[in-house]
């Protein structure tokens, strides 16, 4: 029963990796093109690098509850 529970708490971790990335990874790249071609400092240029900034924040804390799934209980 415990295992059962920790694989579905894992398995639910992943697919919100999976969701935070198929939504955010587009963004992060669409934003970072937004920078290179804007070379300039602009208020558009900090809002999309405010933007680029959160998706990728979002992103990495998916990827920490992953990890955090994996390791819990390994002690």
Do not use: W
Not at 26 to 49: F, K, R, V
Request: charged fraction near 25%; glycine fraction near 4%.
């Amino acid at each position: 029963m415990y295992d059962s529970h920790r694989r579905k708490r894992f398995e639910r971790a992943m697919l919100s990796l999976l969701v935070a990335a198929d939504q955010r990874c587009p963004a992060i790249i669409g934003q970072a093109h937004l920078l290179y071609h804007g070379a300039g400092m602009s208020p558009t240029t900090c809002e999309a690098l405010a933007r680029l900034k959160q998706d990728t924040e979002d992103l990495l804390a998916a990827i920490a509850n992953v990890e955090k799934e994996l390791t819990k209980d390994v002690t």
